[in-house]
């Protein structure tokens, strides 16, 4: 069984940073794409970053020049570092494993920018 725990969010003000992190435990293949998603009160999930097994990254436009999305192959973990945040940017945000057996969600973790 897979297991990916979220930690790392919380409250900044505009314009600071904050770096998630998801680790992935269990019987897992290490080298899986992983992705962060996000969901805003009212708004429907969206797709925010995505790291491949073989290091290639896409982002969604509102976040690009801003975010990184970054692994760790060793510990199984994925990062997301979220520099210069925006009010907009206020949502749970949720680990994604995809893997050939299925896709695995994290717990999510909050982040909520605001002055």
């Known amino acids: 069984q897979v297991q990916l725990v979220e930690s790392g969010g919380g409250l900044v003000q505009p314009g600071g940073s904050l770096r998630l992190s998801c680790a992935a435990s269990?019987?897992?293949?290490?080298?899986?794409?992983m992705d962060w998603h996000r969901q805003a009160p009212g708004k429907q999930r969206e797709l925010v970053a995505r790291?491949?097994?073989?290091?290639?990254?896409y982002y969604v436009d509102s976040v690009k020049g801003r975010f990184t999305i970054s692994r760790d192959n060793a510990k199984n973990t994925v990062y997301l570092q979220m520099n210069s945040l925006k009010p907009e940017d206020t949502a749970v945000y949720y680990c994604?494993?995809?893997?050939?057996?299925?896709?695995?969600w994290g717990q999510g973790t909050q982040v909520t920018v605001s002055s």
């Open positions: 269990g019987s897992i293949f290490r080298l899986n794409t």
């Open positions: 790291i491949t097994g073989g290091g290639s990254t």
């Open positions: 994604k494993l995809i893997s050939s057996a299925g896709h695995y």
